[in-house]
């Protein structure tokens, strides 16, 4: 299984980024999947899941009226959209699979991360 997260970089206070995390390796109908964030010198943070199956979704409460989290079966892509961007949201963003929960950091598969800067 491979993750590989795209679509990071700098965006002023108030914008809009959309991140992707391609899937590969095998279909992930029942996988649980997610967006994480990591800012320097903390632990990684949960944003919200993606149930690939049926598109359920979930987020944090943080993050939730600002973010969407999509995925496309034919892509085999996971999409991360978030609006009204704030320099706290400056971190490194991180998708996964096969998370073992709603809300976890447990997840057996992980992409490397892409950094977001937020400039205020």
């Known amino acids: 299984v491979q993750l590989q997260a795209s679509g990071g970089g700098l965006v002023q206070t108030g914008g809009s980024m959309r991140l992707s995390c391609a899937a590969s390796?095998?279909?992930?109908?029942?996988?649980?999947m997610g967006w994480f964030r990591q800012f320097p010198g903390k632990e990684r943070e949960f944003v919200g899941n993606?149930?690939?199956?049926?598109?359920?979704?979930y987020y944090a409460d943080s993050v939730r009226d600002r973010v969407t989290i999509s995925r496309d079966k034919d892509k085999s892509t996971m999409y991360l959209q978030m609006n009204s961007l704030k320099p706290e949201d400056t971190a490194v963003y991180s998708c996964?699979?096969?998370?073992?929960?709603?809300?976890?950091?447990?997840?057996?598969?992980w992409g490397q991360g892409t950094l977001v800067t937020v400039s205020s």
């Open positions: 996964a699979a096969d998370c073992n929960n709603w809300g976890t950091r447990h997840c057996d598969y």
């Open positions: 390796g095998r279909t992930f109908i029942n996988s649980l």
């Open positions: 993606i149930r690939w199956g049926d598109n359920y979704t």
